[in-house]
């Protein structure tokens, strides 16, 4: 650990993040497992080290409402919840992407209810997939508090609301050496945001009025390109990243996947654990690799056509499932893959699920299922089954 | 995107287009209070302090006033209710606090305490009211306790001519003969006498039925008030009541206050369960006797006020329940003991209170040199004819007028109350009433009323009690036992930022503040400002949503539904 690391959970991360990036309102709710980082960045504020306006509201709703009208003053507004508190929000979820403000939220993935569980599994954040709101998914904390720091830079390029994914507890209360970039260092990446549409009160004007479908339809494509230029930004940003301070993905990670026959595609912690058998298979000269699908929204469907040209086959692994259909990694890998000449075949698997340990056995259980030749089923494979 | 002049942006296809609807235009054209069928109506009502005083005052503005640190103002408020506030601060039973809504939060707000400063002030500041110009009118006004005082005071004030008789040499009735200088010190009360007397013309030593008839006063004013309280004493009809040593307490409590010297007994039993009672108790422990109250009921149920019982307890009066006095034991015409049978409680009576019965075979002596009888007070009804009497009290309809056209009746004389408070009220009420009679301007009978204040008593339920910072409320402190056995005041009166500072605990309940609440929290901008304080609801653009009386931090603005044709 050097003299600038500190020894901080996830949710440390996430505020420390907020902090640096100079949160100007925090609007929030407390939830398991999400509650500590609003605790920390309440105890940032009091010690004076955050300088926001912390603002403690009755409900997710209302700390989505509340962002949303600070965000529209121009302030850099933040939020962070988990699982049925995000749900809660989602209607506001809407309205902050196609109000196109860019508020930063952070979200511990969380089960959702009933079965009453608090942990991990990411149908919580999937479940808002159609809002229009910039998904990144963490592997580790380290990951954590840059891509809180990038996701208010991203959001003021972008006018995109950016939504910044760590696991409940394997993240969100588990400690790393993480290091706090200073203010000074990432305060010039993040730009003044000044749309027309921010609030000024010498130019009264009503926001979100009604508009005929034609208007409607082109503010929908808009949204949508708005994504495409996103994505442009994202590495831009990781390219920062790594010439400052050596480290960090952009839109995706390969790791070992050059010249790999079967790739592994997942995304936050799992990736890391499937590190571990990656390694092990490549000492046994199996040629596989991993891709970790970092961005969710947009999707990188270029950067996976890349990442997976030449493979005979893909491996997802799931740790959702869009119920009626598949895993939904799973799913929207196909669709990225489909007509693509000479494009591998794409096994999916669905495991962790509500917290369900995922361990190297697991993932070795999946790569091993499917480099044996059990043939790919549309719905997904639940790996315990 | 092109900028305009104007700061409107200009696109001329949809490539151009901003990704957010943005309107510039004003939405004032959209007339949605034509869907309204609910409407608010900003309009202050009445709350539960003033609703709970016999006197009306308008507490609210007074606290108001008081808290801005105006306290001359809020005083001048406060006397066009009542003229004797530094006297009632300390020795009204303070109804007003019973249902200060603040009680339900954080303690009920000082309202006495914050009266009595602001009558200190009002006297230490010399103060007087203002008199109209004298007009034609004489009133003759019998009794000077603080009924008789109230009505002169007002009917003065009107420009009247006023002359005030009393049987006593000195005015104030009750309030200089029965109630101690412990409680009431003299200071404060021969000051405000003073005040409120001011163009009276007081003529002392004149007693109804003795030096006074009502038909000559009748003939001589054109109007006459009667005042005189209730006095005799109500005797317990035992054997030996008139023997030496056994003493009425109203009697006892004025020669005390006179400055005679308490009559000979070093233990004393005082029997009643009153303010009169306690009185009598107090005084004579000052005067260094031991002293015991025998009550018929339990202590609950003694109609002296609550504070009066506790500190009569912290000072060592000794209170005996249940007990009946039976005989008077003498000794060479004077009383040595006292029998006394326990009781318990039976059947209730007529004032639902259990009427005690006794037990049989229970009786026990009390040894005592000094019997105080204090078990309540009759009207002497010798100066009124039969036909002016209802119930051995003097009759008079809702105005106060009595059966004798041209006469009114005010305070204890009429039976009922009891308290100063409501004495003063009865005053004023009459004052406005004889003043509407001989066509002048009088006292207002309604104070919130006549600032346009509906009748809806604001309950704790249109209180929104976040809005208020949490402010405990500090208890008057009260002078140790020892020292206040010297026979100073028992309570320590508010200094001026102490009143102030009580006065900011204040809810204003159901009374408008200009916190601008309803302003903020339309959503449709519906809610218009005239000046601070002043808000109506634009008709034409309010939907009726009723969020600014939710929102009203203190019930002063309601909903009012307009019905199916609204």
Known sequence: MTTSEKLLTGNEAAAWGAARAGAEVVAAYPITPQTTIIETLASLVHRGISKAEYIAVESEHSAMAACIAAAHTGARAFTATSSQGLALMHELMHWAAAARLPVVLANVNRAMAPGWSIWTDQNDSLSQRDTGWIQIYCVDNQEVVDSVIQAFALAARTSLPVMVVLDAFVLSHTAEAVHIPEEEEVRPLIPEWNAPWKIDIDRPAALGSLVPPAEYEKMRKKLCDAHAQAALVIEDLAATWRKRFGRGAGLIESYRAEGAETILVTSATIASTARVVIDELRDKGVPAGLVRVRVFRPFPVAALRGALAGAKRVVVLDRNCSYGASGIFYQELRAALCGVPGAPVVHGYIAGMGGRDVTPLTVRAALGRAMEGEAPVPESTWLSE | MPRLPDGRYRFDSLEELPPVAVSLGSTAWNRTGDWRSREPVFADQRPPCTHGCPTEQDIVDQLRLCAQGRIREAGELLLSANPFPATTGRVCPHPCTASCNRGQMDGVVDIPGVEAAIGDELISDGFVPARRPRVGGRVAVVGAGPAGMTAAHYLALAGLEVVLYDRDERPGGLLRTGIPPYRLPRRALDAEIDRALRCVEFVGQRALGRDLQLGTLKQEHDAVLVAVGRHA???????????????????????????????AGKRVVVIGG??????????????????????????????????????????????????????????????????????????????????????????????????????GEVLDAGPFEKSLLTGGFVAADATLETRMPGVWASGDCLGGGGTVAEAIAQGRRTAAAIARKLGVAGPEPDLLAARGAGADVIGFDRIRPHYFAAVPAVPRSKIDVQSRLGGGEVRVALAHAQASAAAVRCLSCGTCTGCDNCFQFCPDQAVVRDAPGRYRADVARCKGCGICVTECPRGACVLHDLGENG
């Not at chain 2, 107090?282 to 015991?292: D, I």
């Not at chain 2, 259990?354 to 049989?360: A, G, H, K, L």
């Not at chain 2, 009390?366 to 009888?373: Q, R």
Request: aromatic fraction near 4%.
């Open chain 2, 233 to 263: 004493p109500r005797p317990l009809g035992l054997e030996g009541e008139g023997s030496g040593g056994v003493h009425d307490g109203l009697g006892l409590l004025a020669e005390l206050h006179r400055g005679q010297p308490a009559p």
């Open chain 2, 274 to 375: 009153g303010n009169t009672a306690m009185d009598c108790a107090r005084s004579l422990l000052r005067a260094g006797r031991s002293v015991g109250v025998f009550y018929r009921r339990d202590r609950a149920s003694m109609p002296a006020f609550v504070d009066e019982v506790e500190e009569a307890l912290e000072e060592g009066v000794k209170i005996e329940e249940w007990v009946l006095p039976e005989a008077l034991l003498l000794e060479g015409g004077k009383v040595r003991a006292i029998r006394f049978v326990r009781a318990r409680p039976g059947a209730p009576d007529s004032s639902g209170r259990p009427r005690p019965e006794p037990i049989p075979s229970s009786g026990f002596v009390v040894e005592a040199d000094l019997v105080v009888v204090a078990a």
